[in-house]
């Protein structure tokens, strides 16, 4: 929660804006005890994607949003992890096949 404090405040005093710190803070609380109930991983305020966006001329919550949204495709669809199911699912099988084989024999 720091890093994501540290950066907040880094960005709105470079762009003049006012900083609800105890806001921001609250909006973090919640989206990490949201994480924790479904298993997720911790959010943070993330200063390597802040400057990424900021230095291809981003300065929106759209721009930070799209993002995300493209991050999180590549994840889904570029890195196998649509590949998932199938290995659980053949790791399932092959213990069906295993304990059909037991009982044969």
């Known amino acids: 929660m720091a890093q994501s404090s540290v950066t907040a ?3 709105a005093a470079k762009h003049h804006q006012v900083l609800d710190e105890n806001r921001d803070l609250v909006g973090i609380s919640a989206a990490n005890a949201a994480a ?3 298993g997720t991983f911790v ?3 993330s200063p ?3 400057a990424m966006v900021e230095t291809s001329g981003g300065s929106s919550q759209l721009a930070h949003l799209s993002t ?3 991050v999180a495709l ?3 669809f ?3 992890a649509d590949k998932i199911e199938t290995s659980t699912s053949s790791l399932h099988n092959h213990q069906r096949v295993g304990k059909s084989l037991q009982r044969e024999r």
């Open 68 to 70: 995300a949204l493209v």
């Open 78 to 80: 570029l890195t196998g």
């Open 74 to 76: 590549v994840l889904l």
């Open 36 to 38: 924790a109930l479904s």
């Open 48 to 50: 390597t994607q802040t």
């Open 43 to 45: 959010v943070n305020g």
């Open 9 to 11: 405040r880094a960005y």
